[in-house]
């Protein structure tokens, strides 16, 4: 009779094996180790954790490489379908009303309102004539992301502190392409960078009504199941040009006027470097005749400048992995800088030729880094990450041409995760992971902590915090170190909204991956 208690069945397996196997994939190791006929279960066990331990560092490290994005990526679904033919039925009929205007009047001149042009990489548009079109002169404030200095303030002139009770009223709403990047604004036109089907798509609008102006695409995807689809970084506006960085690398130069495309650059291949886990971040800077870029590559390619006006490479300097941060301009102990933040640290570089001038350690327990460096004074600048790391006050000094950073304080007090802080009057106002908070940035106490808007955004105007969260509400909160003292809230989009609001001449631009708004907050 043939017994009912069948053994395990095990085989004879070579250790060598289950090692090569642990190697190039930990969970078929595992189960080869204990499929192996000649090993004690103490072993085993031992053995078992081993690879376990293994198995989660090397996931990990596929993860943050993007190993798994070609898993994640999918076809588009009813909600996305939905959305892209309400924006094309929407910029349809915004074109037909243009073109009717445009025809019952004939003998008005044609402005870049009234000028539509939709371009790809490979065409050249028709250039729009200028009328409310960006020229060389530019008579706005905000060109580039959080501002023309990058540091979240507005100064250009009074907003208006007196909310009506039931919110602000949009002066035009609209639908808007996917992506976390904001807007730049520059003589009544605003740019941002959108995700349209299977193409990232430079955008200009015009301020006064929404009117989409013109586009310029090119082929690009990037998709991703936990933070979300599409590019990041905010365009660059100087001199008449728009520069443009989408999320898979794709660096675009046009023209501000037209979208005409001038030159671009894909910053990965070029360098060498393979795209973090949720794309390409940072804005482009532009210092001098230069665009600052910072692909991540290896063997010093990690930080790039190009001609900005004909993409040709002019240096690269540093091996450092990349973070989610926006490279800074910066004169600190009497030295003009670039101040860029990596993975791991935060370094000053000569602008003319990349060399390091110095570097400061800042490395949180995820490798992840995603907010601005901001000055605090010509020797000092404040720093401030989520996961747990919270902030810094670092001092940088001039020893006879051989600089220094050093730490003035470094807490836990804020904690900005993928949001930048504001500083006003001494303090550092910031969404300490979620929570407003307050900190005396020359001794980083906290002040006071209050008010949970997710992780939205923060701008300083007018003694005032305008801010987005992370739901889709505009907040208006006084900048004091006395309190917390909400003045007014409204919800204003619809969804999430990490993107960071953008202002010029009293207007203030909001957006998400879905929709966009203009609100007047001119001071009467």
């Known amino acids: 009779m043939q017994s009912t208690n069948a053994a395990p069945v095990q085989t004879s397996i070579s250790s060598r094996i289950v090692l090569l196997s642990s190697l190039l994939f930990p969970p078929l190791g595992l189960m080869l180790l204990w499929l192996k006929r000649d090993s004690q279960a103490d072993r085993k066990l031992l053995a078992s954790v ?30 996305s379908e939905a959305r892209y033919s309400n924006l094309e039925r929407h910029r349809q009929k915004q074109r037909e009303e243009m073109n009717a205007t445009t025809a019952s009047n004939p003998n008005q001149p044609v402005d870049a309102a009234t000028a539509a042009t939709t371009t790809s990489a490979s065409a050249s548009p028709t250039a729009a004539t200028n009328g409310s079109g960006a020229d060389n002169v530019t008579t706005n404030v905000w060109t580039n992301y959080r501002g023309s200095n990058r540091d979240g303030r507005y100064e250009e002139q009074k907003i208006l ?23 730049v604004i520059a003589n009544n036109v605003a740019y941002t960078i959108e995700q349209r089907r299977k193409q990232e798509v430079v955008a200009a609008y015009d301020m006064q009504k929404g009117r989409e102006l013109w586009t310029y695409g090119w082929d690009a995807e990037f998709t991703e199941s936990m933070g979300g689809d599409g590019p990041r970084a905010t365009p660059t506006f100087d001199e008449g040009k728009i520069y443009a960085l989408g999320a898979t690398g794709e660096l675009h130069c046009v023209e501000a006027k037209s979208g005409k495309k001038i030159w671009s650059k894909d ?24 665009v600052i870029v910072q692909p991540g590559g290896r063997s010093g390619k990690s930080i790039v400048a190009y001609n900005k006006n004909t993409g040709a490479a002019v240096w690269r300097t ?16 009497n030295r003009r800088q670039i101040v860029a933040v990596t993975a791991t640290r935060v370094v000053g570089l000569n602008t003319d030729n990349g060399a390091l001038l110095w570097d400061y350690p800042w490395a949180t327990s995820m490798g992840i880094n995603c907010s601005q460096a901001l000055a605090v004074d010509a020797s000092h600048f404040f720093i401030s990450s989520g996961y747990g790391k919270g902030a810094a006050l670092v001092e940088v000094n001039d020893n006879g041409g051989k600089f220094a950073a050093s730490k003035v304080w470094e807490n836990t007090s804020m904690k900005n995760k993928f949001n930048s802080s504001v500083l006003h009057n001494g303090y550092a106002y910031g969404l300490d992971e979620g929570i407003l908070a307050c900190v005396e940035v020359a001794t980083g106490e906290r002040k006071w902590k209050g008010g949970r808007y997710g992780y939205g955004q923060v701008i300083l105007a007018s003694d005032h915090l305008l801010i987005t969260s992370d739901t889709g509400e505009l907040a208006l909160v006084k900048a004091t170190p006395d309190s917390f003292q909400e003045v007014a809230k409204f919800a204003a989009l619809e969804g999430k909204t990490w993107n960071y609001p953008a202002i010029a001449k009293g207007r203030l631009l909001i957006r998400n991956a879905t929709e966009m708004a203009c609100f007047d907050l001119a001071a009467k």
């Open 50 to 79: 081993g690879i376990v331990l293994f198995g989660v560092v090397y996931f990990g490290l596929l993860a943050r490489a993007g190993a798994f994005s070609i898993f994640m990526s999918r076809p588009p679904d009813a909600e």
């Open 161 to 183: 502190t007196d909310w009506p009770a039931g919110g602000l009223k949009p002066l035009w709403k609209q639908p808007i392409g996917g992506g976390y990047a904001s807007f």
């Open 267 to 290: 910053i990965l291949t070029d360098n060498g470097a393979t795209n973090l886990q949720w794309g390409m971040s940072a804005a482009p800077l532009i210092v001098d005749d230069k």
């Open 318 to 333: 540093l091996n450092d992995a990349q973070a989610y941060v926006s490279p800074m301009l910066m004169t600190l102990a």
